[in-house]
């Protein structure tokens, strides 16, 4: 008599590998960190200096959840540098990070809506990225005019807006994939 071996059973250790431990590695990753980077000035002065500021907009169990409390934050352009109404700041960036800083998604800022960016889809092509953001911050470090710089830097961070985590690089691809309410 000879046993055979049915397709519905699996090896405990199959199981663990493929299905528990990747499952383990990313609820270690949350919670997830949605928060602008921006460009903050004084309200009533249109010729001072500007300053870049990151402000964290909240903490979320999802990229779902992420993407919609940063969408909803932007559209009502409700966000503020601490609680000094004499600064405006100008959201440019949305990011969503993980726990470990890994970027999980990234977009540009336009018209109060978030252009979200397709990640990389190679390391050949994230290294392309790097190599490009790099050339731009060491031209925005070379710059004599402080608009210029800014603006340089800005170009080197959209690029780097592409270049999400290894680890979430799928899962925000579906989320790019789905079609999301007006």
Do not use: K
Not at 13 to 39: K, M
Not at 77 to 96: K, P
Not at 103 to 128: C, F, H, K, N, Y
């Amino acid at each position: 008599m000879s046993l055979h071996r049915s397709s519905g059973f699996r090896p405990i250790g199959e199981i663990l590998a493929r299905q528990v431990l990747p499952g383990l590695r990313s609820a270690l990753r949350y919670p997830l960190r949605v928060s602008c980077l921006g460009t903050v000035r004084f309200v009533d002065d249109h010729d001072a200096d500007e300053f870049d500021r990151t402000v964290v907009l909240g903490e979320c169990t999802s990229p779902q959840d992420a993407m919609t409390i940063a969408a909803q934050r932007v559209s009502r352009d409700d966000i503020r540098v601490g609680e000094d109404d004499t600064l405006r700041f100008e959201a440019r960036i949305a990011a969503i990070h993980d726990s470990t800083y890994g970027l999980v998604l990234a977009g540009e800022i336009r018209a109060r809506a978030i252009v979200w960016q397709q990640p990389v889809t190679s390391d050949a092509q994230a290294r392309r990225i790097v190599s490009e953001a790099s050339r731009l911050r060491g031209s925005a470090s070379a710059a004599c005019n402080a608009r210029l710089a800014r603006n340089l830097r800005y170009r080197a961070s959209l690029l780097e807006t592409r270049l999400v985590d290894r680890g979430w690089r799928e899962t925000a691809a579906e989320l790019l994939s789905l079609p999301r309410a007006a």
